[in-house]
């Protein structure tokens, strides 16, 4: 079943169309300005509008796209929950970037999107300038992974504001402490969407999590798929309490690629909100570099 909204929390949105038919929202901003666009990927849940704040600040400097995956936000659902894996993400995305004639992006990837940012880089490295991943690495911990299967599509559904706010605390409330309530109302309109009818709805495809729990994030050897980032500049943002992102994994990640710029994210687990102090002043010293 698909569903076709029109996303009016910016004036910029626009659709295009996936090569098997879906209606997929994305967002421009900045498209007059020079340099290399950067293109912003979201996690697994999750939607253009965790970027939002970023992009706006990123867009008076650089063209920003920013994207609702398929099955997430104010794009179709996909009617095969098969399909609901990187490889599908990342071809709707060559689809975006060749429709709007952008030969080269800066990716930056949350979780899920920092994967995609990968895959993108090992199949098409003359078309990545460099990379910045949100809290990933090809690895996802056991125990970060078992946890977000849990959740993922399960969720009761809620019956108002107050409802919603509670549950995304119980989410995320470990991994991003010290939030203002302004700041947890802001987390509520990022990941839920009102209805005509007042009740506030998870904004994502709940096949998604059965895509989780039955295919997964990964096959093959996602080592492979780092690997393609071997000739482009990277940074990892580390929320250091993360259980998805962990020290031995980051180590692996230096012993094969010993220039990747880890920042460490104090007080943030998966995933920083990339508003943090460090994760700007890397963005803005990643954008500094890729010209």
């Known amino acids: 079943m698909t569903k076709n909204h029109r996303d009016n929390s910016h004036d910029n949105s626009r659709y295009f169309e996936s090569h098997d038919g879906l209606?997929?929202?994305?967002?421009d901003f900045g498209p007059e300005q020079p340099g290399t666009p950067v293109i912003c990927l979201p996690g697994l849940t999750r939607n253009s509008r965790d970027f939002e704040d970023l992009a706006q600040r990123l867009g008076a400097r650089?063209?920003?796209?920013?994207?609702?995956f398929r099955g997430r936000g104010y794009s179709d659902y996909d009617p095969d929950w098969n399909?609901?894996?990187p490889g599908t993400y990342v071809q709707d995305v060559w689809t975006l970037l060749d429709t709007l004639e952008v030969d080269r992006v800066l990716v930056i990837g949350t979780s899920l999107g920092g994967l995609c940012a990968m895959r993108m880089a090992r199949g098409r490295?003359?078309?990545?300038?460099g990379v910045v991943l949100n809290d990933v690495g090809p690895e996802i911990d056991p125990a970060?992974?078992?946890?977000?299967k849990e959740y993922t599509?399960?969720?009761?559904?809620?019956?108002?504001?107050?409802?919603?706010?509670?549950?995304?605390?119980?989410?995320?409330?470990?991994?991003?402490?010290?939030?203002?309530d302004a700041d947890w109302d802001r987390m509520v309109w990022k990941a839920y969407r009102t209805g005509n009818?007042?009740?506030?709805?998870?904004?994502f495809d709940p096949g998604i999590g059965r895509a989780v729990r039955e295919v997964g994030e990964q096959t093959g050897d996602p080592w492979q798929a780092f690997a393609g980032l071997a000739n482009v500049p990277t940074t990892l943002l580390w929320g250091v309490t993360s259980d998805i992102l962990t020290r031995d994994i980051i180590d692996?990640?230096?012993?094969?690629?010993?220039?990747?710029?880890?920042?460490e994210v104090p007080n943030r687990g998966h995933v920083p909100l990339l508003d943090e102090p460090e994760c700007l002043a890397a963005i803005d010293a990643m954008l500094d570099r890729i010209t």
């Not at 650089?62 to 609702?68: A, E, H």
């Not at 692996?252 to 920042?263: F, I, N, Q, S, T």
């Open 197 to 203: 009818d007042g009740v506030p709805r998870l904004d």
């Open 23 to 27: 209606k997929i929202l994305y967002k």
């Open 83 to 85: 399909n609901y894996h």
């Open 153 to 180: 599509g399960r969720q009761g559904p809620v019956e108002n504001h107050a409802e919603a706010l509670r549950q995304v605390k119980e989410t995320y409330g470990e991994w991003l402490p010290g939030l203002s």
């Open 125 to 129: 490295p003359e078309r990545v300038a």
């Open 144 to 148: 970060g992974l078992a946890r977000v």
């Open 252 to 263: 692996r990640m230096l012993a094969e690629k010993p220039d990747l710029d880890v920042v």
């Open 62 to 68: 650089r063209r920003v796209l920013t994207i609702d």
